[in-house]
């Protein structure tokens, strides 16, 4: 058990008048600060960006910055968190291009509210789409401060020096980076206009270096966030209610856990219940209901029960706002969807994150904030977005949002907004309510039971289709809500405060890149987008008057739903790509030629042309990225119980192209995918082995999905608590794909090192279900409109 190093803390004083530091970094009043430095031997010279130039991230404090330059080492300060995805590594690659410095030796400090400017989270593959360019700008900024002082110390022009590896050169002469950072100290602001190496000139973007983190955790000395200790530290177990919208706690057996050794206390705040002790395992059996105290609860209103959700779904009574998203210009007139040839339904069920380990967190509350910093509550958490947890944990608190400090530490990686989050407000709750330190540990049932799911959706799909194609294609989804993030500084957002009391944000007028992503399509053919918002709690007001306020005491009618990874993507684009090929085979037309001709502009599709390359955006580039299935889906097999199937997605409409071909085998219902080929076109490709990872993981967690992945619940409760029912673990399982059902993948990566990056983590994923939805009726014949595709919907479908 250790206590993790306070990466590179400088105090206020030390970071602005620091000695031999070049700093690059965005922080208010800092001109001042500058000017005060001028005139100093060793004053600070640092490199702000203009802060018009990012409005919508909030002021960081005055300690936070992009990249600190000393006479030891460089260090990143990365607003994008390392979540198992290999982000720390493109993003280091990145700025070490710009820096001619060497990745290895670069540092690096994730979120950390007190000491990182705040790039809005890590999620929604925009650590590399939006996160980058930001980073690779204050590089470029340091890089031409560094050249500056090293021609001024070889007395030339800069266009005759050198960089590599950390050095200067001119003729036979060299300095390194760190004595021209010893022989002054400078701030400025990070420059957008500062000369960027050129994609022709890389030699460490595009090349696959080695995942910078993961010596640590293959040798066991990593250390995550379990491994933080805090001295005085207590653990703690969160004892919630049975069902939902259960209330009116009464605490009994209490002298059972005070004889429990190690047991200190039981806290509460409304019905919020947490159990003290000196280790985790005393919290643990104190909290149990076998062996230490017991809450006796009432119950209140049922939830929807999950047997009628997709009809419940659709129910008006359930509903609060419709919904168009058409993509903007797009204008078809409303006849052009009357008489449908063909409707049909799809589904698909809640979603858990599935994460390895359970969420954990450390929190520290004092009773008066640290003179030096302000800080009154440090919290250390593997949250995706530090800045809208501290803001969240803040307002729980009643503490200034500058007064709680979050510190992220990473932790079993997910995507999507999991229980890190509440499991961080957990913690700093009991540590308020404790007036000690706190280590919230959740237990396998608390993450299954409790984390923000992702909702279970419904379509109604109608289109036409003649020998021609596709002329007309509507979809109209059911969405509950997606995003019940951390957000706005409302306490609600967090779990720890609803049972408090606190109401959640009001539900969103529009789920668009929520719920609603990859809704619309991307065809050329004339297409329509609709969606009904549905509440997942009771709100005030009707469903006539679109009323989205939550109503006090708050009752949830389904369970609590955030994001999970792609969001609606998957469900979205599952019900897209399914009846895109319910279409074209009720015409005898074929799957994938209808998808390339369907991408190109109007007229521009000639029957076994070869798709160029193509050099921007647009139409053509996604007709290649679907072109390159050409040879596997020519190769298809068509043998009794075995079939292909193919999918297309651009991701959010704007980003990212992924097509994905899979090969199944179907044998007595069970669904085995046999092959996956995806080609994938997300711009500049930074590391392609992290491409490919992160490619892989979209199609196994597709697959997992697709054939296993369903939380079940009751009239109150969530029920599939565990990874696999067992003697000791009664009831539904939360199946997932094992190692022996992985099957043969080949991803075919097209890099355009002058395009923007477009990101990986998620384009690919939504293309899964579709594609396997296409070859499981390739194979059989029969089309599994809902998700999971288990054996017995498949023999039933």
Known sequence: MTTPPDHA????????????????????????????????????????????????????????????????????????????????????????????????????????????????????????????PELRAAAATAYRELLRLAALEFKVDAAQVEARDGKFYYRNRSVEYSKLIKKTSSVLYTDSAAPLVAPAQYKVVGKNVQRLELPGKLDATFKYLADVTVP??????????????ATNPVITNLDRARAIPGFVDVVRDGRFIGVLATGQWAAARAASPTTGITVAWTNGPDLIPQATLPDALRDPANAYAPNTFDPPGQTVAATAFDSPTLQAKYFTPFYGHGMMGAPAAVADVRTAPDPATGIQATVWSSSQNVTDTQAVIASMLGLPTAAVRLRYEESSGCYGHSGSDDCAADAALLSKLAGKPVRVQWSRQDDFGWEPLSPAQAHDMAGKATSAGIQAFDH??????????????????????????????????????????????????????????????????????????????????LPRSSAVRSLGGFSNSFANESFFDELVLSRGLDPLEERIKSLQPPGAYRAGAAIPFGATDGPSRAAYVCSLLRPFWAARPKTPGRGAGVAYQQYETTSAHAATYVEVQVDNGKVVVKKVVVVHDCGIVVNPDGVRNQIEGNVLQGISRTLKEEIGYTADRITTLTWQESTF??????????????????????????????????????????????????????????????????LGS
Request: proline content about 10%.
């Open 232 to 245: 005085g530290m207590l653990h703690a177990r969160v004892v919630r209610p049975p069902g939902r919208n």
């Open 476 to 557: 109209l989804a059911y969405l509950p809500t997606a995003n019940s993030r951390p957000r706005g500084g409302n306490a609600g957002t967090a779990l720890a405060a609803t049972l408090q009391g606190a109401l959640p944000a009001n539900l969103p007028n529009s789920s668009f890149n929520q719920a609603g992503r990859n809704l619309p399509v991307t065809y050329t053919f004339a297409k329509r987008s609709r969606a009904t918002l549905v509440k997942s709690f009771v709100s005030t007001g009707n469903a006539a008057d679109g009323s989205a306020i939550p109503a006090s005491p708050l009752t949830y009618r």
């Open 729 to 794: 673990t009664p009831g539904p399982s939360y199946e997932v794909i094992r190692f022996d059902e992985i099957p043969e993948l080949q991803i075919i990566v097209v890099d355009r090192p002058d395009q923007p990056a477009l990101g990986a983590g998620e384009p690919t994923h939504a293309t899964v279900p579709g594609a396997i939805g296409n070859a499981v009726f390739a194979a059989t014949g029969k089309r599994v409109r809902a998700l999971p595709m288990t054996p017995a919907r498949v």
């Open 9 to 132: 803390a400088p105090t206020r004083r030390s970071f602005l008048t620091g000695l031999g530091v070049v700093a690059v970094g965005f922080a208010v009043g800092l001109p001042e600060v500058s000017a005060e430095a001028a005139g100093k031997p060793d004053s600070l010279l640092r490199i702000v960006r203009d802060p018009a130039a990012l409005p919508a991230i909030p002021t960081p404090p005055p300690t936070a910055s992009w990249l600190v330059l000393d006479e030891d080492d460089i260090t990143l300060y990365s607003g994008r968190v390392e979540l198992g995805t290999g982000v720390r590594t493109a993003l280091s690659q990145i700025v070490c291009e710009e820096l001619r410095y060497p990745v290895a030796e670069l540092k690096y400090v994730q979120s950390d509210t007190y000491l990182v400017i705040s790039q809005a989270g890590t999620y929604g593959s925009k650590s590399l789409q939006v996160g980058a």
